[in-house]
C-alpha cells in the first residue's frame, strides 16, 4: 500500500509505456489509504437498488491516484462491486480514461473473494499535422483491457462450491460505409478471448460465455486500415438465454475525421486512402508517389465556362499506405502511383459528399515512368 501511494498507481515502463495497477480489498481497507482519501455517499438513478461509498485523495497530488465508487445493495449492505478512475495520465487526451471494475461475490462460509475484475488503458497515437496545420498531436485510438474471473470455487476435498453460468451471445456486424452486414469481421468481448468470424450475412455466435456484463465489439481489414476502431456496445450475459448485440462501424463523417486529423476541410469534401503494392509479390512500397488530379469547372462573366486542373501529390509511409484531402464531392479524380523508374496505370474514382474511398495501387513492372 505504501509502494502505491508514494509511487503511484501508473507507472513508466522500459519500453516506454506505462504500468496501471489496480487496488485490491487489502488496499482499500489500509490505514495509509484511509488516511489520504476522503470518503462520501453516493447514489445513481440507473442503479436505485445501490448506494455507494465514493473516494478521491484528500488532495491532488504529482503522483498517480485513484478515485471510484464502493457498490452496496441498499437492502442488505452487502458488497457488489468497485469502479475506478486513474485521475492522472500521461497525456491530456487520456485523462480520466483509464480505469478499472472489480465484482465481490460472498461464498457460502461467509468469506468474499473477488469474482471478476479488469482494468481498461488507452492505447494512444501521434498524429502529424497536414500542409494546412503541422501541429503534432495525440488522440485515444483505442482501448487495451486485461482482466480475470473466477470460473469456479472448489473445496479443499475437490467439491464444487460455485461455478460460474453460462450463456450465449448472438448478432450481427454492420458496414457503416455501405449499410450492409459485414462479413469476415471479427466479433469479440473485450478483456475475454470470447471471439468469432462474421459469416457472409455478418452473423456471429459466441457460446459458453459466463454470466455478467461485456463490451462487445470487432475489428477488420477495413477499419483497421484507415487507422479507425469502431465504438463497443454493452451486453448482459444471462445464464441459458441468447443475448443479441448489434454492431455497427463508425459514421462517415468520423472516419473522415480519422484519417484527415489535423486538416482544415472544406464541408462536403472528401478522401482517399489506399496502400500501393508492388505487383506479383504483393509488397507494400514505402515512400512511393501518389498523385491525384481533378478537374475543377466555375463559370466567368456569367457565360463563360472556365475549366481548372487541380491535385496533390502525396508520399505512402513505412506501410506503404497514402492519404489524400480535401477531394470535391463529384469530381472525377485520376490517380497514379510512381516509384523509382515504375508506375501504376491510371485509376479513375469519384467520392461522394464527405466520402472516404479506399483505392489501392499496383506497381505494374512494364509501366516506366519517363
Not at 453460468?165 to 462479413?183: F, I, K, Q, Y
Not at 468470424?197 to 459466441?206: N, P, Q, S, W
Request: glycine share 12%; charged share 20%.
Amino acid at each position: 500500500v505504501e509502494d502505491l501511494l508514494e509511487n503511484g498507481f501508473v507507472r513508466p515502463s522500459q519500453d516506454g509505456g506505462y504500468f496501471y495497477y489496480g487496488p485490491d480489498a487489502a488496499v482499500l481497507l489500509s490505514d495509509p489509504f484511509l488516511d489520504t482519501h476522503c470518503f462520501r455517499l453516493a447514489t445513481s438513478a440507473e442503479t436505485p437498488g445501490l448506494v455507494g461509498l465514493a473516494f478521491e485523495p484528500v488532495r491532488r497530488r504529482s503522483t498517480p491516484d485513484i478515485e471510484g465508487v464502493l457498490w452496496l445493495d441498499r437492502e442488505t449492505a452487502r458488497l457488489q462491486f468497485l469502479e475506478f478512475l486513474y485521475d492522472w495520465a500521461p497525456w491530456d487526451e487520456a485523462i480520466k480514461v483509464a480505469g478499472g471494475r472489480v465484482e465481490f461475490q460472498e461464498m457460502p462460509s461467509g468469506a468474499w473473494i473477488v469474482r471478476k475484475w479488469r482494468i481498461r488503458m488507452p492505447l494512444m497515437a501521434q498524429q502529424m499535422g497536414g500542409f494546412r496545420d503541422m501541429r503534432t498531436t495525440y488522440r485515444v485510438i483505442g482501448i487495451r483491457e486485461v482482466g480475470g474471473e473466477v470460473a469456479q470455487v472448489a473445496s479443499m476435498d475437490r467439491q464444487i462450491v460455485t461455478e460460474a453460468a453460462r450463456g450465449m451471445v448472438t448478432g450481427v456486424v454492420w458496414d457503416s460505409l455501405r449499410s450492409t452486414p459485414l462479413p469476415g469481421a471479427t466479433a469479440f468481448l473485450s478483456g475475454t478471448a470470447f471471439a468469432a468470424v462474421t459469416d457472409t450475412a455478418g452473423r456471429f455466435i459466441l457460446n459458453e460465455v459466463a454470466e455478467g456484463r461485456y463490451l462487445a465489439t470487432f475489428t477488420h481489414p477495413t477499419f483497421d486500415s484507415l487507422g479507425v476502431f469502431p465504438g463497443g456496445v454493452e451486453v448482459s450475459v444471462t445464464p441459458g438465454q441468447v443475448s443479441e448485440v448489434h454492431l455497427g462501424g463508425p459514421s462517415g463523417g468520423s472516419i473522415l475525421s480519422a484519417v484527415c486529423t489535423g486538416m482544415d476541410r472544406q464541408e462536403g469534401e472528401g478522401a482517399l486512402t489506399g496502400i500501393v503494392r508492388e505487383a506479383g509479390a504483393g509488397v507494400a512500397i514505402a515512400g512511393a508517389t501518389v498523385r491525384l488530379e481533378w478537374r475543377v469547372y466555375s463559370v466567368q462573366g456569367g457565360r463563360e465556362i472556365r475549366e481548372d486542373v487541380r491535385g496533390v501529390e502525396v508520399t505512402t509511409n513505412e506501410g506503404g499506405r497514402y492519404r489524400a484531402c480535401g477531394i470535391p464531392p463529384g469530381a472525377l479524380v485520376s490517380v497514379r502511383a510512381s516509384f523509382l523508374e515504375r508506375e501504376s496505370g491510371k485509376v479513375e474514382a469519384e467520392l461522394a459528399r464527405n466520402q472516404v474511398g479506399v483505392l489501392n495501387l499496383v506497381l505494374d513492372p512494364s509501366l516506366i515512368n519517363p
